[in-house]
């Protein structure tokens, strides 16, 4: 069938107009809106909105089409970017939009050349962490050398999980029994201060210090330090306590320990009746498991039985020494 404006043959089938007739008397695309796409050279994220989206591949390909006014949504869209260019922080082109769109019951597919510019921008995460920008200090303490890095290997966790809301460690120093780490905002302090309570048993406290004054309102800005301790034991040590020899099995508001004696839970209130603490521990070879249990001593290296006899098949015990006696105990 032949168009019957100018004639030329219709490819699609029951259509009068050709695409070229049928293109001039409708068209899917009201307008495009000319605009710049802020991409940060560093993370690539991208601004949307006044807000910094997570890097995507295809936040051009997104940004072209939010800015595309169709008259009818078509049934599919695809874009290509050519003609490329870039020149210092600027990034700039042609996106080839291809549209079909289903008007009156005959296909409609269209081009349209639309510029497109792109500039690198550092967005508001990355300008800080160049900048070593901090709100506050949280400064972790601690006589127990495993346990401080245990926590600051739990600290450097949780802040990639907290940098999806927009929360950073900008500098990590570390100081004379302790580490330093500079929080790009302190209203994230005591949300890390309670996790280190609650799984190291750390206590804390925070002060005020002033920093300066906003120029235009007057109001005065503060940071904050938090003072974390921890516990000289950890999950794990080995402790004496009013003379029963006990493993730490919990740490929280209350140490949860088991008597290595008794095979029994202690809570523990009082933790200053703690008077020794052990987390040396030594694998030894069994040499005698009947009638009792003894084990090559790690120290006198002589046949000794332990204090806390367990059935076992393996060949070895992990095992604590206090005065003298061995102690059988689980890894921490």
């Known amino acids: 069938?032949?168009?019957?404006?100018?004639?030329?043959?219709?490819?699609?089938?029951?259509?009068?107009?050709?695409?070229?007739?049928?293109?001039?008397?409708?068209?899917?695309?009201?307008?495009?809106?000319?605009?710049?796409?802020?991409?940060?050279?560093?993370?690539?994220?991208?601004?949307?909105?006044?807000?910094?989206?997570?890097?995507?591949?295809?936040?051009?390909?997104?940004?072209?089409?939010?800015?595309?006014?169709?008259?009818?949504?078509?049934?599919?869209?695809?874009?290509?970017?050519?003609?490329?260019?870039t020149e210092g922080i600027i990034e700039s082109g042609v996106a080839l939009l291809k549209t079909e769109t289903t008007i009156d019951d005959q296909k409609l597919l269209e081009e349209f050349e639309l510029p497109v510019r792109i500039k690198k921008v550092v967005c508001d995460r990355c300008g800080k962490l160049k900048t070593e920008y901090f709100e506050g200090i949280l400064q972790l303490r601690g006589e127990n050398k495993q346990a401080l890095e245990k926590a600051d290997a739990f600290i450097l966790e949780d802040a990639n999980a907290a940098g999806k809301k927009n929360v950073f460690i900008t500098k990590r120093e570390e100081v004379t029994n302790g580490i330093d780490y500079y929080y790009t905002k302190q209203q994230y302090l005591p949300v890390i201060m309670k996790k280190l309570a609650e799984i190291f048993g750390a206590t804390a406290k925070t002060h005020a210090e002033l920093y300066s004054k906003n120029r235009q309102t007057s109001k005065e800005i503060y940071r904050v330090n938090a003072s974390v301790r921890l516990p000289k034991y950890q999950k794990g040590s080995v402790i004496v306590y009013k003379e029963k020899v006990l493993q730490i099995i919990r740490i929280g508001k209350h140490l949860t320990a088991r008597d290595l004696k008794s095979d029994k839970n202690v809570s523990i209130v009082d933790t200053e009746n703690i008077t020794e603490i052990i987390d040396d521990f030594k694998t030894v070879q069994i040499v005698k498991k009947y009638p009792h249990l003894e084990v090559l001593h790690p120290e006198t290296f002589q046949s000794v039985a332990v204090e806390n006899p367990i059935a076992t098949e393996k060949n070895e015990v992990l095992v604590a020494v206090i005065d003298g006696r061995v102690w059988i105990v689980q890894k921490g």
């Open 1 to 85: 069938m032949k168009c019957i404006q100018c004639g030329k043959e219709v490819q699609q089938k029951n259509a009068v107009l050709c695409n070229d007739c049928f293109q001039k008397k409708h068209s899917v695309l009201k307008s495009y809106t000319e605009h710049t796409l802020l991409i940060c050279p560093h993370c690539n994220s991208y601004k949307y909105q006044n807000l910094w989206k997570p890097a995507k591949p295809d936040a051009l390909w997104e940004s072209v089409l939010a800015h595309c006014n169709f008259l009818t949504q078509p049934d599919s869209v695809d874009v290509e970017f050519i003609n490329m260019t």
